[in-house]
């Protein structure tokens, strides 16, 4: 599993002229079945994603994020080994 660590880069008026195009690609990621959850950062800073997948392809994939292509925000990419979770999520362990 990946952890997305996304932090703008840019002021909030900048980001949200890409919002609707970055939530439409972040659908097309849950579409894939790469993405397992997502969210905002609060204070109201970046997001996070979840994701499941091959680095290389997740890599390729950040790089076509709008926010990304705009230049209002970078990604940082953690690999998690999960060993242990709470009963329901145990499909997240790998």
């Given at each position: 599993?990946?952890?997305?660590?996304?932090?703008?880069t840019?002021?909030?008026?900048?980001?949200?002229?890409?919002?609707e195009?970055?939530?439409a690609?972040?659908?097309?990621g849950?579409?894939?079945?790469?993405?397992?959850?997502s969210?905002?950062?609060e204070?109201r800073?970046?997001?996070?994603?979840?994701?499941?997948g091959?680095?290389?392809?997740?890599?390729?994939?950040?790089?076509?994020?709008?926010?990304?292509?705009?230049?209002?925000?970078?990604?940082?990419?953690t690999?998690?080994?999960?060993?242990?979770?709470?009963?329901?999520l145990?499909g997240?362990?790998?």
């Amino acid at each position: 599993m990946f952890i997305l660590s996304l932090t703008y880069t840019a002021p909030l008026s900048e980001v949200d002229a890409h919002i609707e195009p970055h939530l439409a690609w972040v659908a097309g990621g849950y579409d894939s079945g790469t993405f397992l959850a997502s969210g905002r950062k609060e204070p109201r800073t970046g997001g996070v994603i979840l994701a499941r997948g091959e680095r290389s392809q997740l890599e390729a994939f950040v790089a076509t994020d709008p926010f990304v292509l705009a230049d209002v925000a970078d990604y940082e990419i953690t690999q998690v080994q999960l060993s242990r979770t709470v009963p329901g999520l145990e499909g997240l362990q790998g």
